[in-house]
């Protein structure tokens, strides 16, 4: 098993920064690919971000050139620094992970974190 947990959400005014973590622990030694994911209230969850244990990454669009995602993979934790926040990056933002980058991707991972809110203010 393995267990993810988020932390570093909080409020934030617009235009404003944070850095969200998601250590990982339990049986990780094969774990490819980790993400973040995001539910904004009324909404699915959607793709943010994912890093392969080779460093590539892959962005959704809404979010590309404002966040950036990391991995450190002594500590087993995975980070997200979201800049330039906007109102409509409130949301429950969720890592994920699987030894497959495209179950990351897709949303169809086997491990996820509980989340962690993030409001962005005007």
């Known amino acids: 098993q393995v267990q993810l947990v988020e932390s570093g959400g909080g409020l934030v005014q617009a235009g404003g920064s944070l850095r969200l973590s998601c250590a990982a622990s339990?049986?990780?030694?094969?774990?490819?690919?980790m993400g973040w994911y995001r539910q904004a209230p009324g909404k699915q969850r959607e793709f943010v971000a994912a890093?392969?244990?080779?460093?590539?990454?892959e962005y959704a669009d809404s979010v590309k050139g404002r966040f950036s995602i990391s991995r450190d993979n002594a500590k087993n934790t995975m980070y997200l620094q979201m800049n330039s926040l906007k109102l409509e990056d409130t949301a429950v933002y969720y890592c994920?992970?699987?030894?497959?980058?495209?179950?990351?991707?897709?949303?169809?991972?086997?491990?996820w974190g509980q989340g962690t809110q993030v409001t962005v203010s005007s």
């Open positions: 994920n992970a699987d030894y497959s980058s495209r179950a990351v991707v897709s949303g169809t991972a086997g491990f």
């Open positions: 339990g049986n990780i030694f094969s774990l490819n690919s």
């Open positions: 890093a392969g244990w080779d460093g590539t990454t």
